[in-house]
């Protein structure tokens, strides 16, 4: 094949791979967990990502979560209702790093997905595995061929399609539910389906985007390539759809089951007794509180370890003290003005949308008591 031909060819099928690795491996089954991976095709996706575009599996994680809980409100890494079209569009790279960077959103948001010996061997070296891609590249189709697809694939990918979904999935297009992000049926042909963003929202946990046969099927009737990728994955047994209908929270359902054997709901829990039904208004209100709630828990829990190491260090005597008293809760009123142990054990906060912390207990100073230096009063006998 000529050079001519070679590039853009070569080009496209970068640019496929890592958008369907993107999708597949790192969206549906890390994020959301809607996909469970064989390990030899887990493998094949973080070798794959490596080469093409360095990821860390983590740092998106955790950025997409995030995006999740805070979807178009402060808090969202990337929202273009927030920042505008064009800079999310354009500097969608720069928002998705200053957050990667953030140790916080990291453990707050992806704490299942800490790294393992491979990605402190391998996968956090991001630049090294684009560097071996380019040199594999260069090897295959010539040096400057392979040059000129590597550079074109990183302008395909980083600066086109992946903001592509983040800027306009949440500025304009078609609507199937009432939330803030919008389908594009036709971009979804070049995004592994991602453009059916409306879709995504409302079902974040659902492996499948498409909801319509129009949006699934070509005029033609053959299924579409968004689709094919998926499929055969999971016919040749490398996956396993999970079907949920929400994030898999279990804390949070674990938390909310135990409230409503209580009879009690603690402070904070408003709206949050029970689920509403699907595919209302309500049931996205209900997503949205649910999922601040527990990333502010998970937050919390993330700055636990810090609060813990101070009081050890300094050998400080401390107990639990409820802040917020308008409710009683069967959770944390247990351990009200309670001493914690030695190493501390019980450490607040102690569910989603608790508001007990540590306080120091006043140690008695034991010894011969201070003389005063007032005079004593003279006695009238």
């Known amino acids: 094949m000529s050079p001519a031909w070679a590039v853009p060819c070569v080009t496209i099928a970068l640019t496929q791979v890592a958008v369907i690795a993107t ?9 959301h967990r809607s996909l469970h991976l064989h390990p030899i095709a887990d493998m094949a996706f973080r070798i794959a990502l490596w080469l093409t575009t360095g990821q860390s599996r983590q740092q998106w994680v955790a950025v997409h979560r995030k995006h999740h809980t805070f979807t178009d409100r402060p808090g969202d890494p990337h929202s273009p209702r927030l920042l505008g079209f064009w800079r999310v569009q354009l500097f969608n790279v720069a928002y998705y790093m200053r957050e990667a960077r953030n140790a916080q959103t ?3 948001f992806a704490p299942d997905l800490r790294p393992d010996l491979l990605d402190r061997l391998l996968f956090t070296r991001g630049f090294l595995g684009v560097g071996i891609g380019l040199s594999l590249l260069c090897i295959l189709i010539g040096l400057w061929a ?6 074109l694939h990183a302008i395909l990918y980083v600066f086109v399609l992946a903001p592509l979904i983040n800027a306009l999935g949440h500025w304009r297009g078609t609507k199937n539910f009432d939330n803030t992000a919008y389908n594009w049926r036709l971009l979804s042909w070049i995004t592994g389906g991602e453009s059916l963003h409306n879709n995504h929202h409302a079902h974040p946990r659902s492996a499948k985007f498409s909801l319509r046969r129009s949006e699934r099927l ?15 994955i999971e016919r040749s047994a490398m996956a396993t759809a999970v079907s949920t209908p929400d994030f898999p929270w279990p804390d949070f359902d674990r938390w909310q089951a135990a409230f409503a054997a209580a009879r009690v709901f603690p402070p904070r829990w408003e709206g949050l007794h029970r689920a509403p039904p699907a595919h209302t208004p309500e049931a996205e209100a209900y997503r949205l509180r649910k999922h601040g709630l527990l990333a502010e828990w998970l937050d919390m829990l993330a700055r636990r370890a810090n609060v813990q190491a101070h009081f050890a260090r300094q050998g400080i005597r401390a107990r639990v003290a409820r802040q917020d008293m308008r409710l009683p809760c069967p959770a944390c009123d247990p351990f009200n003005t309670r001493e914690v142990g030695a190493e ?10 608790c508001r007990c912390v540590l306080v120091a207990i006043p140690v008695a100073r034991v010894g011969r008591r201070r003389r005063s230096f007032a005079r004593p009063r003279p006695r009238n006998d």
């Open 218 to 232: 070509r005029p033609a009737g053959r299924v579409g390539p968004r689709h094919c990728a998926p499929r055969l």
């Open 23 to 31: 999708s597949i491996y790192l969206h549906r089954a890390l994020a």
């Open 146 to 151: 392979g040059l000129i697809a590597g550079g």
């Open 106 to 108: 990291l453990e707050a």
């Open 344 to 353: 501390l054990e019980a450490m607040p906060p102690f569910h989603p949308g």
